[in-house]
Every structure is written in structure tokens, then in C-alpha cells.
């Protein structure tokens, strides 16, 4: 069983920088698509971030220019590089490994906590 751990959330300030890690532990066989998402109080789950199993990458438009996502080369480890923070930010961040094949075959983590202050 594939188990995902975020990490990396906090406090910060508008304009300031967070990155988020996501660990995958155990075996990952096929290619995945790796994404984040957020959630903010009263919101619903929307996507941020995505890089497909083919290595393309695809932003919110919230967030273009200012958040980057990467994969270690093994693809068991997800980045969210955040840049210039701002208080609309403020969520609770998923990272999402998804088969490309077999959409059943869907991994979450636990989230984590990014809060921005203004």
C-alpha cells in the first residue's frame, strides 16, 4: 500500500516562501501523475499543481509565476516550491499521486497546513 506524507507547511509571511514535500512510501509501479491541491476554510479542493508521468507541468492561474512543481528522478518525492505568498494562499495543502491509466488507482496524503499572514 502507497502512503503519502506532506511536509513542509507553516507560517508565513506575504511575500515570503515555503516548500512543500510529499514522500511516497512503498512500491509505485506505472506512471502516475503527481499533483498538488488546497483547500481553504469554506472552499472547495481545487487543483494547484500538476506534473504528469510524462514529466509536463500545469498551474492554477492563481499561482503561475509564483510556484513551481518538481519530482525527485525516482518519482517517489513531490516539491512544491512557493513563492511570493500571499494571504490568499492560506490552505490546507494535499499532494495526489494518480495512475494515468487507472484513475482507481488514486493516492492522498494526510495535508498540510500553509497559512499566510498579511
Known amino acids: 500500500q502507497v502512503q503519502l506524507v506532506e511536509s513542509g507547511g507553516g507560517l508565513a509571511q506575504a511575500g515570503g516562501s515555503l516548500r512543500l514535500s510529499c514522500a511516497a512510501s512503498?512500491?509505485?509501479?506505472?506512471?502516475?501523475?503527481r499533483a498538488w491541491y488546497r483547500q481553504a476554510p469554506g472552499k472547495q479542493r481545487e487543483l494547484v499543481a500538476i506534473v504528469s508521468g510524462g514529466g509536463s507541468t500545469h498551474y492554477a492561474d492563481s499561482v503561475k509565476g509564483r510556484f513551481t512543481i518538481t519530482r525527485d528522478s525516482a518519482g517517489n518525492t513531490v516539491y512544491l516550491q512557493m513563492n511570493s505568498l500571499k494571504p490568499e494562499d492560506t490552505a490546507v495543502y494535499y499532494c495526489?499521486?494518480?495512475?494515468?491509466?487507472?484513475?482507481?488507482?488514486?493516492?492522498w496524503g494526510q495535508g498540510t497546513r500553509v497559512t499566510v499572514s498579511s
Open positions: 512503498g512500491r509505485i509501479f506505472g506512471i502516475f501523475d
Open positions: 495526489n499521486f494518480q495512475n494515468k491509466w487507472d484513475r482507481r488507482i488514486d493516492y
